[in-house]
């Protein structure tokens, strides 16, 4: 597997390197391909398919037939081995998987229209509401009794290799999106396969949507259960001790290994690993990132003596509607009240989206901030 990046990538290639590894007696890899200019290409990725295009010279000496593309801003749990297998079943020289969206949903996606086969017809960018009844597809009983008629693209192909080096080196060399450009194009000229998906799927490519969907963990039954023995999701170890909570009343919380928590009330949150969070505070609806690592005895000291808070959040703090980002330091009586009432910004310290307040990676809020 390799993993195309571009944009402030540190801390996701950090975490390829100290999550996969693999057995001496294993074939199996996981590596980083990050953006380069080279003489061929002198600038940076332009787009999706244009990333696969600059990174096709690394991988052209493996022996593969089929090749798979994802997107790296989604949440799901899918069996790709059931998408390659009716890959091969049909034939097709390309698959997308799909997912059944109702109507007020579709004009937010890219929408596919199949035939009685699953080979895919024709396709729209974000149709109108009045030519949605021209993109109906036969999604299965389940789905259509739920309105579920229309099928988006979740972003995700299957290519046989030859027909993917034609498309991109040959046939459309100067395309740069997958989406908008390789695939309208590619229905008309190859078969085309719909893989359909039912399952939990979202896109987390904002801020909105990713605090949602972590916050969404916090349910009774989520819709992505992370309690789930077949479908477990996997890091790396850090050999952590368990969270030691004092105190603290916990309605609908996960917490991390590795947390210190005096907290008063934490209501509907996700806090992270080696989060620590003082005596009298509150926490609604937010998500904590967590730290990357412990300070010591004297280095705490030696900070507070300069003014500095603790890393974490202090005591008798107020925070609702928030994500803090990593080895933030919050110190005492800070009040963060997130919601719809605030308008978008971005301050030094935090960002404020869609009445979410983010507070930034090791920003320092002194005693008393307010937001």
């Known amino acids: 597997m390799y993993v195309l990046t571009q944009f402030n990538s540190a801390s996701l290639n950090k975490h390829i390197k100290n999550t996969y590894h693999f057995s001496a007696f294993s074939t199996a890899f996981v590596d980083i391909l990050a953006a380069e200019q080279t ?3 002198p600038g940076w990725f332009q787009g999706t398919a244009d990333a696969v295009r600059q990174s096709l010279r690394h991988i052209s000496n493996l022996e593969f037939e089929y090749i798979l593309i994802l997107s790296g801003d989604q949440l799901y749990q899918m069996d790709f081995a059931e998408m390659i297998a009716e890959h091969k079943k049909k034939e097709a020289d390309i698959s997308i998987a799909t997912i059944p969206v109702v109507a007020r949903e579709a004009s937010e996606f890219g929408i596919l229209k199949s035939d009685h086969d699953n080979l895919i017809t024709s396709f729209i960018e974000k149709p109108k509401a009045e030519i949605l009844g021209d993109w109906i597809s036969d999604t299965g009983a389940e789905m259509q009794a739920a309105g579920r008629v229309y099928l988006a693209s979740m972003g995700i192909y299957i290519f046989s290799k030859k027909v993917l080096y034609h498309l991109l080196k040959e046939e459309y060399p100067d395309a740069t999106d997958f989406g908008k450009e390789i695939m309208p194009h ?3 000229n190859y078969k085309v396969a719909s893989f359909q998906y039912d399952g939990y799927w979202t896109d ?24 789930d023995n077949n479908k477990i999701v996997y890091t790396r170890a850090r ?8 105190g603290t009343t916990l309605e609908k919380t996960i917490i991390a290994e590795g947390s210190i928590i005096n907290a008063s009330r934490l209501e509907s949150c996700v806090v992270g690993i080696r989060a620590r969070i003082g005596y009298g505070t509150t926490v609604v609806n937010t998500y904590i990132m967590g730290n990357d690592y412990y300070e010591t005895l004297e280095v705490m000291a030696e900070n507070i003596s300069k003014g500095i808070p603790k890393i974490g959040i202090g005591e008798r703090c107020y925070i609702k509607d928030a994500l803090i980002d990593k080895n933030c330091r919050i110190g005492n ?3 963060i009240n997130g919601g719809k009432h605030l308008e978008n910004t971005d301050h030094p310290l935090y960002t404020v989206k869609d009445g979410i307040v983010v507070v930034k990676k090791g920003a320092i809020l002194p005693d008393g901030f307010v937001i």
């Open 186 to 188: 590619s229905i008309e």
């Open 39 to 41: 003489p061929d290409n």
């Open 204 to 227: 987390i490519g904002n801020i909105y949507s990713f605090f949602e969907a972590n916050l969404a963990l916090t349910q009774e039954i989520p819709p992505f259960n992370l309690f």
């Open 239 to 246: 050999m952590l001790p368990p969270a030691k909570i004092s």
């Open 333 to 335: 009586d800070v009040r």
